[in-house]
């Protein structure tokens, strides 16, 4: 149902994936038609990514998390059994694949700011955004298992405001290597004087602060982007002022659109009086899950067919992960909302928002809401119902895009490319080709030509070190 009191957004489409099985959908890899399970194959993502570049889609949103979700139950077994996000590939992997056989797509790459050296990883960003000719995105995270933590050197994880503290001057580290350390036409490759790079257009960052200390210079030279699309999920109050600061695009996953909306209005409220941001340069993209059919009977007989291979057992896994809560300790027919734990009670609540007609709240019902699409909606019908429902999160929530998860891997993205994206087209919500053809994930994230790095809003402009600027007259920011 669309709003005739604004101009309609063209929508940033994302595929939202992981170098696993099932990813937001475990038990899902049993069924005939998937191939999730081919993960460790790079032909899985280059055939990916060129069926998601032939549907114009913006990018390839990858998510990843460093350790096994192991809460439920308190065992890793749940998730081994059913593949729920386990076992787990590294992304930046396969992305050099993925952009040699596209042209256009962009590729969204999550990394943690808490347990690698911002020096090393400034590296690897650097090469896949060379390697992919400016198309890589950082999905900025802290990391919430202490799963991972433990395997990473610490007893647990960091408290929650002081992984926060690190990865705002982790991002100021990176920002020095990738914008400060080298002046945009360092390079020279002359080879008649024999001068590859002009030395004094290099220079060290010299960064001492509380959690690290990088003398610098950056080992790489500056790619296409120097700082990649800053992609960012984070809904607390330290993760809306980091985002406020930083983010370009801010991923959400919630069930209902009145779920995110005060917190979407916040960020871009922050980001407006505190950093001198226009808000509607935040792209704010949520998590769905669309199963289509051409009849709204065929899309609901694909959803039956699906539940049938769910893993509920690996749902509870995911979201004993994702909120902490080992919802093994409660009997079956135990009513949710009645238990004495506040987190337990609050969390089902926002289910029970999202779904009024479950008249009780059990693990058993949590588990069948969570087992296909995850932490977010569902939608189920034809072409038309499907781009409504999307319309009343652009409407209610002020989100301009999305994050498709699959049930099937690749035919939920078949059936997006073929019944969903014609749709979207007739109504004006998303583009006929890239802005761009052959640009960078940022030029065609804004749909703005020559904006290979981010705008001079952005706090990043302020770091970088342009071309004619002679040497100490540019001074590297703290």
């Given at each position: 149902m669309s709003s005739d009191a604004k101009p309609k957004k063209s929508l940033v489409l994302n595929a939202f994936v992981m170098m696993c099985s099932g990813h937001q959908s475990p038990g899902l890899w049993r069924h005939p038609d998937d191939e999730s399970w081919r993960f460790n194959e790079v032909s899985h993502w280059v055939e990916l990514a060129k069926l998601l570049e032939e549907a114009k889609f913006h990018g390839i949103f990858i998510a990843d998390v460093l350790g096994g979700y192991d809460v439920y139950s308190n065992s890793l077994d749940p998730a081994k059994i059913s593949g729920a996000q386990w076992p787990v590939n590294e992304p930046f992997s396969v992305i050099a694949a993925m952009a040699a056989a596209t042209k256009s797509i962009g590729f969204g790459v999550t990394a943690s700011t808490t347990y690698e050296q911002p020096y090393h990883f400034a590296r690897r960003l650097s090469t896949v955004d060379h390697l992919s000719k400016g198309r890589l995105?950082?999905?900025?995270?802290?990391?919430?298992?202490?799963?991972?933590?433990?395997?990473?050197?610490?007893?647990?994880?960091?408290?929650?405001?002081?992984?926060?503290?690190?990865?705002?001057?982790?991002?100021?580290?990176?920002?020095?290597?990738?914008?400060?350390?080298?002046?945009?036409?360092?390079?020279?490759?002359?080879?008649?004087?024999?001068?590859?790079?002009?030395?004094?257009?290099?220079?060290?960052?010299?960064?001492?602060?509380?959690?690290?200390?990088?003398?610098?210079?950056?080992?790489?030279?500056?790619?296409?982007?120097?700082?990649?699309?800053?992609?960012?999920?984070?809904?607390?109050?330290?993760?809306?002022?980091?985002?406020?600061?930083?983010?370009?695009?801010?991923?959400?996953?919630?069930?209902?659109?009145?779920?995110?909306?005060?917190?979407?209005?916040?960020?871009?409220?922050?980001?407006?009086?505190?950093?001198?941001?226009?808000?509607?340069?935040?792209?704010?993209?949520?998590?769905?899950?669309?199963?289509?059919?051409?009849?709204?009977?065929?899309?609901?007989?694909?959803?039956?067919?699906?539940?049938?291979?769910?893993?509920?057992?690996?749902?509870?896994?995911?979201?004993?992960?994702?909120?902490?809560?080992?919802?093994?300790?409660?009997?079956?027919?135990?009513?949710?909302r009645q238990v004495d734990s506040n987190a337990v009670r609050s969390t089902v609540e926002g289910y029970a928002r999202f779904a009024p007609g479950t008249s009780k709240w059990t693990r058993q019902t949590v588990a069948e809401h969570v087992a296909i699409g995850g932490n977010g909606p569902i939608f189920v019908g034809t072409p038309s119902q499907v781009a409504d429902g999307l319309e009343v999160w652009v409407n209610e929530a002020d989100v301009d895009g999305f994050n498709f998860a699959y049930a099937l891997f690749p035919q939920s993205f078949k059936d997006i490319s073929e019944l969903l994206l014609p749709e979207l087209r007739r109504r004006g919500l998303f583009w006929d080709d890239y802005a761009v053809p052959g640009g960078t994930y940022r030029e065609n994230f804004y749909q703005k030509p020559g904006q290979t790095g981010p705008l001079d809003e952005h706090i990043v402009s302020s770091y970088r070190w342009k071309a004619g600027v002679p040497p100490g007259q540019h001074i590297i920011p703290e």
């Open positions: 995105g950082w999905n900025i995270v802290t990391s919430y298992l202490d799963s991972a933590a433990k395997n990473l050197g610490f007893t647990e994880q960091p408290k929650h405001d002081d992984r926060y503290a690190q990865a705002e001057e982790y991002v100021k580290v990176i920002y020095k290597l990738l914008e400060s350390s080298w002046r945009d036409d360092a390079v020279k490759l002359d080879r008649e004087k024999g001068v590859y790079t002009q030395p004094d257009l290099v220079r060290p960052i010299n960064h001492r602060g509380k959690y690290f200390t990088v003398p610098g210079p950056h080992i790489c030279q500056p790619s296409p982007q120097r700082t990649p699309l800053i992609l960012q999920a984070g809904t607390s109050r330290a993760g809306k002022q980091f985002a406020a600061q930083n983010a370009e695009a801010i991923f959400v996953s919630a069930h209902a659109p009145e779920v995110c909306a005060k917190s979407i209005a916040e960020v871009r409220e922050l980001a407006k009086t505190q950093y001198g941001r226009d808000p509607t340069n935040i792209k704010v993209l949520a998590l769905v899950t669309a199963i289509l059919g051409r009849t709204e009977e065929e899309a609901q007989a694909k959803l039956a067919d699906y539940r049938k291979y769910a893993s509920h057992e690996g749902a509870l896994a995911l979201f004993g992960g994702w909120t902490g809560i080992d919802l093994s300790k409660y009997g079956e027919e135990e009513e949710l």
